[in-house]
């Protein structure tokens, strides 16, 4: 495994590697990366982002050579997707992450501000997009709370306000619009039991025209889920609302999930059955499982005909330990 000092102008996925004493988690990221390796393109760098002890604990002897990097830095979270800096087209974004759902003491003590880009996120930038052209913004915003097409539309959740509460919401559509030349912004409310307010659970881009919605079917059946039937339905309807509002703009495709959890792990809770959280490079789909053949069959199945025009290679990737943490396969991405 190579050691990196600076990617510059090449294509990458990069993860933040788990703390040494969650052994599930280190157990899932080697079988994880091991398919990255499978299957991105060999001119596609794959960037660890660990300490010594994370990168030994990984063990991946069998493919070192191979297009993996690795980045000598501890990182607070796994989560990198939300505090990396938002690349958007051909310029890449510095944006506050100091979001609502992370206590505040606990920010402060990672030196965190709420008024300036964070260490790691500057630093990401530096290390892996130093060629880009970038931009700073004062902006709260997390990376798990923005999709886009990259054609001048974005989805975003209400979140955002609650976030920057001294915003206007004018002033926050010109800040996006002036960093990352966002043209039409879709606001949507958070999904009930959510804590993070992200949207790349909910709503997702296959390309200008057309969106994946999650959708949960009309029953609940109580032995399918463990969650209530009040909070199985506020889900539901949740989802139908949000696939309503956008297809008065895109074509809607719905990706059915299973019931959401009620299991919570350091304060979140479960992405278990999460299927909108895919992971796509390229053709290159990666698709959340959970060990329900059906569902899994049919998530696999939506995606490849949603993405039919650019002939997809769909991959699953079992993800019952990662969901348990509360994100799955976009959450612990960060690609260019």
């Given amino acids: 495994m190579n050691s990196l000092q600076l990617i510059s102008s090449q294509p990458f996925v990069s993860l933040a590697l788990p703390h040494i004493e969650k052994l599930?988690?280190?157990?899932?990221?080697?079988?994880?990366?091991?398919s990255l390796s499978q299957h991105l393109p060999e001119q596609t760098n794959i960037v660890l982002i660990g300490n010594d002890e994370e990168f030994e604990a990984l063990q991946l002897p069998m493919i070192t050579g191979h297009q993996i990097k690795r980045v000598n830095k501890s990182v607070f979270d796994i989560w990198i997707r939300d505090y990396a800096p938002i690349i958007c087209g051909n310029r890449i974004v510095e944006q506050v992450y100091y979001p609502s759902y992370y206590y505040k003491k606990e920010l402060k003590e990672l030196g965190f501000s709420f008024s300036s880009a964070q260490p790691i996120t500057s630093f990401l930038r530096r290390t892996?997009?130093?060629?880009?052209?970038?931009?700073e913004s004062r902006l709260i915003l997390d990376g798990g709370n923005f999709s886009t097409n990259r054609?001048?539309?974005?989805?975003?959740?209400?979140?955002?306000?609650?976030?920057?509460?001294?915003?206007?919401?004018?002033a926050?559509?010109?800040?996006?619009?002036?960093?990352?030349?966002?043209?039409?912004?879709?606001?949507?409310?958070?999904?009930?039991?959510?804590?993070?307010?992200?949207?790349?659970?909910?709503?997702?881009?296959?390309n200008k025209g057309t969106v994946i919605v999650g959708h949960l079917p009309d029953e609940y059946i109580p032995s399918k889920s463990t969650i209530s039937k009040k909070d199985y339905e506020e889900c539901?309807?949740?989802?139908?609302?949000?696939?309503?509002?956008?297809?008065?703009?895109?074509?809607?495709?719905?990706?059915t999930d299973l019931p959401p959890s009620k299991e919570y792990k350091e304060?979140?809770?479960?992405?278990?059955?999460?299927?909108?959280n895919f992971?796509?490079?390229?053709?290159?789909?990666?698709?959340?499982?959970?060990g329900d053949?059906?569902?899994?069959?049919?998530?696999r199945n939506v995606l490849q005909d949603a993405f039919q025009d650019i002939h997809p290679i769909i991959i699953p990737i079992d993800c019952r330990i990662l969901a348990s943490y509360g994100g799955v396969l976009n959450c612990i991405t960060w690609e260019r």
């Fill in 24 to 34: 599930d988690l280190i157990e899932f990221y080697h079988a994880f990366i091991c």
């Fill in 128 to 135: 892996l997009c130093k060629d880009i052209p970038f931009l």
């Fill in 151 to 170: 054609e001048g539309d974005a989805i975003i959740s209400t979140r955002i306000f609650a976030d920057n509460p001294t915003w206007s919401k004018k």
């Fill in 172 to 206: 926050i559509e010109n800040e996006l619009y002036r960093t990352l030349a966002i043209e039409r912004i879709f606001f949507i409310g958070c999904e009930p039991g959510d804590e993070t307010g992200h949207v790349d659970g909910v709503a997702r881009f296959v």
């Fill in 236 to 255: 539901r309807d949740y989802l139908n609302s949000v696939a309503e509002e956008l297809s008065q703009y895109f074509k809607v495709i719905r990706l």
């Fill in 267 to 276: 304060g979140i809770s479960s992405a278990y059955g999460n299927y909108v």
């Fill in 279 to 290: 992971f796509r490079y390229a053709d290159k789909i990666f698709v959340p499982q959970y």
């Fill in 293 to 299: 053949q059906d569902a899994d069959e049919n998530a």
